[in-house]
């Protein structure tokens, strides 16, 4: 297995021969603690970088599906190894409108072999709420900015300013801007 910063842990099941509890703490539980007290000794990460993070599940999963690392491709490769049963009649993942049977069947089963169905479906999971985690940032990232922009342009009085922006402007990361723009409101 390619070590990595940030365990996948998905990554280290789908490829491990030993699942037990023993191996888990030898292997990625001890390869964590270690890249991590490398990092904090050298500042780089040993075991070569690895973003974190949503970026970093995504090359963790496109790695052991053999896939571009894109939530999309990811989700249709997922699909088809999440099913107890593999219907070979299903449209093949790879998007070339061609049958799993007349396409990729063969490179499925035999992910099917590696990632079982429950590994599959912990992904799935995994990956929706990592799209939904993303999601609420970038909205709350919106509200941020809208919020900045209004005190800031509009001189509107704060408590004018939407809900939603006054809750970003409680959440919000950057208090020197923050500061900016609330002080301009009047
Ligand atoms: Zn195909």
New binding site residues.
């Given amino acids: 297995m390619e070590p990595c910063c940030v365990v996948v842990w998905e990554n280290w099941l789908a490829e491990t021969k030993d699942r037990s509890f023993a191996a888990f703490l030898e292997g990625p539980l001890r390869e964590f603690f270690l890249s991590q007290s490398v990092f904090e000794a050298t500042g780089a990460w040993p075991f070569g970088e690895r973003p974190h993070g949503t970026a970093g599940m995504l090359e963790g999963y496109a790695e052991v599906l053999g896939v571009k690392p894109e939530v999309n491709i990811i989700h249709a490769w997922l699909a088809p190894l999440a099913k107890p049963i593999l219907n070979e009649r299903r449209v093949?993942?790879?998007g070339?409108g061609?049958s799993i049977k007349d396409?990729?069947g063969e490179e499925i089963w035999s992910l099917r072999q590696r990632v079982p169905t429950s590994l599959a479906r912990q992904m799935q999971s995994k990956l929706d709420e990592a799209s939904e985690k993303d999601r609420l940032n970038r909205l709350q990232f919106e509200d941020l900015v809208d919020a900045i922009l209004q005190s800031l342009y509009c001189r509107r009085p704060i408590n004018l300013i939407s809900a939603a922006s006054q809750s970003a402007l409680k959440l919000g990361s950057s208090p020197m801007l923050l500061g900016r723009g609330v002080g301009l409101a009047s």
Avoid: T
Wanted: include cysteine; aromatic fraction near 0%; glycine fraction near 0%.
């Fill in positions: 093949c993942p790879c070339s061609n396409c990729h």
